[in-house]
């Protein structure tokens, strides 16, 4: 990924230009991890570009902001058209898009609430998340040592920055493994997510994903792959999962903004099927670009185009 350092960030309802937009050092947010934040994908097609659920991107992030008593200053309609105009402004047909909240420069201490909310966006160009290459031959990965946190320490259903500090060990641990990703258990030792994605397993023909109860964020690409599976007659079951599944699993696929549908090959080298993209995965990762080249109807209304 690189920066494209001449464009514009929306900051406080204001296009500034991209190296103006700073923070000072005792903002709140850089001692104490105070921000929620969207990962959300712009598309192009033959019908022009197009943001991916903005509407419930939005949604999620004032959620997320309702949990930490954040009142956000913008309405979401006004959000949603910072997003349109930030891409406009830099000129992108295909982007990744960044909205954040944090607390900035007021006062340090532990209480948040004196310390003012800050909003941003930034747009850039940024390709497959886990490679291009991923998304038909699958990734390697393994079952951390690091688990999802307990639903009563942090609100796992908030996209907050702190979360993924919990998220960077179990990357950095993959990594160090040779792994290109890893799979948290939740406070049970049940199957949660990735550090970054959601999770999806196919055992004889049934699609099985973490439930609610896992300690999972509630991805919306993950929605749109259950939508998209129900619809073509699949079964969809969003129950708790063992650990051993995932080795005795057919398919095992990843969802997320950045991964979008991505296939997992092995988990802790036990190869999963046949070691790349199953003929489920494939099916519903077809049709899942398909909408969003614009190949077929968008009959769900998940784009906004510019």
């Known amino acids: 990924m690189a920066w494209d ?11 500034v230009n991209w190296k103006e937009a700073k923070i000072h050092a005792l903002s709140h947010v850089v001692h104490y991890g105070s921000s929620v934040f969207e990962g959300i994908r712009c598309y192009t097609n033959k019908n022009g570009s197009a943001v991916f659920r903005l509407e419930e991107h939005v949604e999620r992030l004032f959620d997320s902001g309702r949990i930490y008593r954040m009142d956000i200053p913008f309405t979401k309609e006004e959000m949603c058209e910072a997003v349109l105009d930030t891409i406009k402004t ?8 960044r909205p954040v909240v944090f607390r900035g420069y007021g006062e340090l201490g532990v209480n948040p609430l004196k310390s003012p909310l800050e909003v941003v966006i930034a747009v850039w160009e940024w390709g497959s998340y886990l490679g291009q290459e991923a998304l038909e031959l699958g990734v390697d990965v393994g079952v951390s040592t690091w688990r999802r946190m307990a639903p009563d320490t942090l609100p796992n259903m908030a996209k907050a920055g702190a979360n993924y500090m919990n998220s960077q060990l179990v990357k950095m641990e993959a990594l160090e493994n040779g792994y290109e990703e890893g799979i948290m258990l939740d406070y049970q030792g049940m199957v949660s997510e990735g550090s970054g994605e959601n999770i999806f397993i196919v055992k004889d023909d049934v699609i099985y994903t973490p439930s609610m109860s896992s300690s999972l964020l509630k991805g919306i690409t993950r929605d749109s792959i259950i939508q998209l599976a129900i619809k073509m007659g699949l079964e969809v079951r969003e129950e708790q999962i063992p650990r051993e599944m995932l080795y005795m699993a057919n398919e095992i696929f990843f969802t997320g903004t950045a991964a979008e549908v991505t296939p997992v090959r092995s988990v802790d080298r036990i190869t999963i099927g046949s070691g790349k993209r199953g003929p489920i995965t494939e099916k519903l990762q077809k049709s899942f670009f398909e909408i969003l080249e614009g190949k077929v109807k968008d009959d769900f209304g998940w784009l906004t185009y510019l």
């Open 90 to 97: 830099n000129k992108l047909k295909e982007c990744y898009i």
């Open 5 to 15: 350092e001449s464009g514009k960030i929306w900051f406080n309802g204001e296009m």
